[in-house]
């Protein structure tokens, strides 16, 4: 009985020692997924995990996780925000910007590094980008001329995301697309004259406004004649 008691109770034991390693090991195993990545550090350095797991060992291991979902950023510039284009003219502009952390391991450490959970929060990772993303359609707009922005907006947008892709590529973001929702002239209540390229712009928008004015009422006045 005692021989038989004695192997029944190795086996309960070896059976709760199997049970317990196999739930520290479910407990220290850590799994990415499709939204979220990771990078652990510590003990055996970095290891970037995108698509499937590693162990974290409390105390000897760091983890940094990473937001792998696109953000949507809609950037509005009117008003007195509005863009000042080559030829002066202001340019009522909004645009969407489609970014993210593409899944290469460089990227994720890259992101890790500079943004820490930040890739988490959208609302964070809107002020992280739109500031670089308003500079960028500032400076596009600067080269050309609100008739060119319109005629070829495909070209106003590669250079705009070639930019802003640029001015994020250190933070482990990429742009994915850019695109134009909306686009008009400025209204002329929102040229400041005392400004030097507001006032270009002002005598230049005036000066069309009264050549066709002279058009039409030449064209009027030619239509009574030859009735």
């Known amino acids: 009985m005692t021989r038989g008691a004695d192997i029944i109770a190795a086996i309960i034991l070896l059976a709760l020692a199997i049970a317990i390693i196999v739930y520290l090991l479910h407990w220290l195993y850590r799994r990415s997924s499709k939204e979220v990545s990771f990078v652990r550090t510590g003990m055996l350095g970095e290891k970037v995990v995108i698509s499937g797991g590693a162990f974290v060992l ?13 953000l949507s950023l ?36 890259t992101a890790a590094q500079t943004l820490g959970n930040r890739t988490l929060d959208p609302e964070h990772l809107r002020e992280v980008v739109q ?8 400076e596009v707009a600067a080269k050309m001329t609100l008739d060119e922005i319109q005629e070829n907006r495909g070209q106003f947008v590669k ?19 850019v695109s134009i ?4 002239q400025a209204p ?5 004259p005392a400004n030097t390229f507001d006032s270009q712009g002002l005598t230049q928008l005036t000066e069309q406004i009264e050549s066709r004015k002279k058009k039409r009422n030449d064209i009027t006045q030619d239509t009574k004649i030859s009735i």
Not at 58 to 70: D, E, K, L
Not at 188 to 192: G, S
Request: proline share 5%; charged share 25%; hydrophobic share 40%.
């Open 58 to 70: 409390p105390i000897i291991h760091n983890i940094t996780q990473v937001g792998m979902r696109t």
């Open 159 to 177: 250079e705009v995301t070639k930019i802003a892709d640029e001015s994020i590529g250190h933070t482990g973001l990429a742009l994915e697309t």
């Open 74 to 109: 809609t950037i509005k510039r009117g008003g007195d925000k509005s863009l000042i284009t080559k030829d002066r003219m202001r340019a009522e502009l909004v645009t969407e910007f489609f970014t993210k952390v593409p899944p290469d391991p460089k990227a994720v450490s």
């Open 181 to 184: 929702i909306s686009l008009d």
């Open 131 to 138: 500031g670089r993303f308003a500079d960028a359609l500032g």
């Open 188 to 192: 002329i209540e929102q040229f400041n």
